[in-house]
């Protein structure tokens, strides 16, 4: 196994955990989608990494497009505001949409991309997320598809950064108290 990253104090979820978990959420929505076709959108940056391996799992044509939003800028607390970045490339009129998130946290991100996506009148819309943190004041999010819960602490890694650091680690971890810098 490779050298835990110094500024980690504690891998939560190993290279193997992730793949063996990721190829699971494929393999069913692969069944759960067995007679549609899937339009995967996936919230840029962080969940890039998470929605490419998770397409390679889903054995059904697929399109794949992609928005960016931000709601953190570079720091480690949620400013509770949502910008659009980058829109969709294409039309998800009538389509079924499935929104790969890196990780659910507040949920503000995703209760404003659902009712922004949903406006588009889309044929049906749920959400995969590969990590939903344990914390007490998430919005009421349905996330049909969980790959893990997590502590509520700053994890990083899979695309997952810190002022955009980390994000290539192929594992997840949770950062060193001291890295942080509010
Ligand atoms: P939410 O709107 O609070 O649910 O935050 C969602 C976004 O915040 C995620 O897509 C991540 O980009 C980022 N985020 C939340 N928690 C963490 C964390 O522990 N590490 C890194 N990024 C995080
Ligand atoms: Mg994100």
């Known amino acids: 196994m490779e050298e835990m990253h110094p500024h980690l104090k504690e891998v939560l979820f190993t290279e193997d955990a992730i793949r063996e978990r990721v190829a699971e ?19 840029l940056r962080g969940a890039a990494i998470f929605m ?13 497009d992609y928005m960016a939003v931000s709601s953190y800028g570079d720091g480690a607390k949620s400013s509770g505001v949502v910008r659009i970045l980058k829109d969709l490339s294409g039309d998800i009129e009538g389509k ?14 995703l209760r404003y991309l659902q009712k922004y996506l949903s406006s588009r009148n889309p044929a049906s819309i749920e959400v995969a997320t590969l990590l939903r943190k344990k914390t007490r004041a998430q919005a009421d999010i349905k996330c049909r598809y969980v ?36």
């Open 147 to 182: 790959g893990f819960e997590c502590p509520d602490q700053f994890i990083v890694g899979y695309g997952l950064d810190y002022a955009e650091r980390y994000r290539n680690l192929p594992y997840i971890g949770i950062l060193k108290d001291g890295i942080i810098q509010d």
């Open 96 to 109: 079924h949409v499935l929104i790969a998130e890196d990780i659910l946290d507040s949920g503000l991100t």
């Open 52 to 64: 490419s391996d998770l397409a390679r799992e889903i054995k059904r044509p697929i399109e794949m």
């Open 25 to 43: 959420m494929g393999a069913q929505i692969t069944a759960d989608y067995a007679d549609k076709e899937i339009v995967l959108i996936s919230v």
